[in-house]
């Protein structure tokens, strides 16, 4: 699987914010991202869910404050997975998944 570093290019792009953007759209998914975050000399797990238009982490605090990044430190997606929302214990919501950052960004890849 191929990590994708934050680069200048991904922070011009505010990836982030731009599927919070999509997902205020298409308010039956939930989008799941997967990586980590770099500290020091090793990785940390990131999971972060967007729903509705607003990102929360299971893994690690975020910024809720719209001036700001989702996530200050520097991080890695290394995947997104699409699920059907709401979740239902019996059921499988699982739509797809990708490790291409930009997959996403396209709202035609979240039907």
């Known amino acids: 699987m191929e990590e994708t570093l934050t680069s200048p290019k991904m922070i011009k792009i505010n ?3 731009n599927l919070e953007k999509i997902s205020s759209e ?7 991202l997967e990586g980590f975050i770099l500290k020091d000399n090793y990785k940390e797990k990131l999971e972060i869910l967007i729903f509705k238009g607003f990102s929360s982490s299971t893994t690690h605090p975020i910024e809720i404050d719209l001036e ?3 996530i200050e430190l520097p991080y890695i997606i290394s995947n997104f997975k699409l699920y059907k929302a709401p979740f239902k214990e019996n059921k499988n919501n699982f739509i ?3 490790q ?4 996403f960004l ?5 039907i």
């Open 26 to 32: 298409i308010p039956n998914r939930i989008l799941k």
């Open 106 to 110: 396209n709202q035609k890849n979240w």
């Open 15 to 17: 990836l982030i914010n």
């Open 96 to 98: 797809r998944e990708n």
């Open 100 to 103: 291409d950052i930009f997959f």
């Open 68 to 70: 700001k990044k989702v």
